[in-house]
């Protein structure tokens, strides 16, 4: 068993939105709007905006293989490029998925690891994320890994207005 975890570059762009669009439908395509979902991905996972998140210096992309193949990845933001004012001691996770066929692989942990390690790098005291209020399955790995619920904000699922609670890890 191989675990590698590299960073993500312009020429991954196209392979980054398969796994982005994949990952995605896998975990919310059974609780949402075919309309709604489409509407999303379109807004969200488009080629141009995910070049743009690419060539941000706040934002980076991780992709994570299993056996040398893309089975997941990570998506942080430091500065500006947090999705909500958390102050320059933050780093936020926005999106870590793992493929369906290498989940239970503790491949999620390592991406959370990886975030870690690059929040200490950058001197930050905590990492944040947003996480759907029906995502049970993220919301348990959460707190197992020792994030707190602190509150929540609004997402938007196309035209459907939806909650993530917001959790945070301190670290040291």
């Not at 004012?85 to 959370?112: A, H, P, T």
Request: proline share 1%; charged share 30%; with cysteine.
């Amino acid at each position: 068993m191989t675990i590698k975890i590299k960073k993500c570059n312009c020429e991954d762009l196209e392979r980054l939105q398969e796994i982005s669009i994949e990952t995605f439908n896998d975990t919310f395509k059974d609780q949402n709007s075919p309309e709604n979902m489409n509407a999303y991905l379109e807004r969200a996972l488009n080629l141009k905006q995910l070049e743009s998140e690419l060539s941000n210096i706040s934002t980076q992309f991780f992709f994570i293989y299993f056996n040398n193949e893309v089975s997941g990845y990570l998506k942080v933001n430091t500065d500006d490029a947090q999705t909500e004012e958390m102050g320059d001691e933050s780093l936020e996770i926005e999106r870590i998925y793992i493929r369906n066929k290498f989940q239970k692989q503790g491949l999620g942990k390592y991406l959370l690891n990886k975030a870690i390690e690059i929040a200490m790098e950058r001197n930050k005291k905590k990492i944040w994320l947003g996480v759907w209020e029906k995502n049970e399955n993220a919301i348990t790995f959460y707190k197992k890994m020792g994030f707190i619920h602190t509150g929540a904000h609004s997402f938007y699922m196309g035209d459907e207005k939806q909650i993530d609670f917001i959790m945070i890890k301190s670290i040291n």
